[in-house]
């Protein structure tokens, strides 16, 4: 698929071709414009290897790099590229005004042309942005766009966020949370008979470590259990118990997050420690994420694991989850994992 040119209401948005080296260098010539960029591309000499960069590199399924074209001048850039920083061959979208163009709306102009097109032509399952945490305009329009702010991230001009676009898409319907089966449990929603033995799963201190404080104090464990047996949210999701042989080995969820923005839905699992190592938490966790990604058809699921629960970043990288950076969640450093139904292995 060759790379397109679209005509916005302004601006003709097209290939980038060798004749416009020069347009590109001047492009990225102010060094205000240019602080937060990976590299400073106000030096015409690291403007030039990404422009020969960018040519070299073409434009593979319909992606590519676009020049902002102005009644004939050029005055911006915008890419699809899968991501050389970002985990998983994602793929990520940036841009550039020049300093004299910008306040006119037209990065938003050009990036609603090619996050549609992203979407709705190439089916991309998510679209991800990397802007350095104090580049205020391009927070700003990446808001106003839609995407979710998820995570911090790091590079060498400083500290960053990562912004994801989900399609939006309506899940099927689906009168209630259903019971999921796999070859050696039985996924069934969570009742309160199982209060017992959740609580038992919740007594072990190896497991409370992971927790907020909140959910170490006295009493706390049948609250948690409380809130869960209340869920009252979207068809399809909630939480679960994992029986193997009739007896409750751990529990898991699929749920809007309350800790991420746009109730964007979240995975967890718990084991008991003395069903680890068998491999219930991999089983169980593959169904809840398969039920939300392809029965639900969620356009993804996310996780955020502790950044001292080794098992669970071991079992997220298992089940394709792709590493997008940190954040603080539950009261406590958290690595931020996501799913999405093109990089489910």
Do not use: C
Request: glycine share 10%; net charge negative; proline share 6%.
């Amino acid at each position: 698929m060759s790379q397109p040119t679209f005509e916005t209401n302004r601006l003709t948005l097209r290939p980038m071709r060798a004749d416009d080296r020069e347009a590109v260098i001047n492009i990225f010539a102010d060094p205000v414009s240019s602080k937060y960029l990976t590299r400073d591309m106000s030096d015409p000499v690291n403007a030039a290897t990404s422009f020969e960069r960018w040519l070299g590199w073409g434009s593979p399924n319909g992606m590519g790099t676009w020049l902002l074209d102005l009644n004939g001048s050029v005055i911006g850039v915008g890419r699809f590229t899968p991501s050389d920083r970002l985990a998983g061959k994602v793929v990520e979208v940036g841009w550039f005004v020049a300093r004299t163009h910008v306040g006119q709306g037209y990065a938003t102009e050009a990036l609603r042309t090619l996050l549609d097109y992203g979407i709705r032509t190439l089916g991309l399952p998510a679209i991800w942005a990397v802007i350095h945490a104090h580049n205020e305009p391009s927070v700003r329009l990446a808001k106003g766009l839609g995407f979710l702010d998820v995570a911090d991230y790091y590079q060498p001009a400083g500290a960053t966020r990562i912004h994801v676009l989900l399609p939006q898409t309506e899940p099927d319907s689906h009168d209630r949370q259903p019971t999921l089966r796999t070859e050696r449990l039985v996924i069934r929603p969570l009742r309160e008979d199982d209060r017992l033995d959740v609580r038992e799963i919740f007594s072990d201190p190896a497991l409370t470590h992971f927790l907020n404080a909140d959910a170490r104090q006295p009493g706390s464990i049948d609250g948690m259990i409380d809130r869960r047996l209340a869920y009252d949210g979207p068809s399809g999701m909630g939480h679960w118990a994992f029986i193997e042989d009739d007896i409750l080995v751990g529990i898991g969820h699929l749920r809007p997050s309350g800790e991420l923005t746009g109730g964007v839905a979240e995975i967890g699992w718990y084991l008991g420690r003395d069903h680890q190592g068998r491999g219930l938490a991999t089983e169980a966790a593959i169904a809840i994420r398969d039920h939300g990604l392809h029965t639900l058809r969620l356009p993804a699921i996310w996780a955020l694991v502790h950044k001292e629960n080794h098992a669970s970043h071991r079992l997220a990288d298992r089940l394709g989850f792709i590493d997008v950076g940190t954040g603080t969640h539950y009261g406590g450093p958290h690595r931020v994992y996501a799913a999405l139904p093109r990089t489910v292995r």
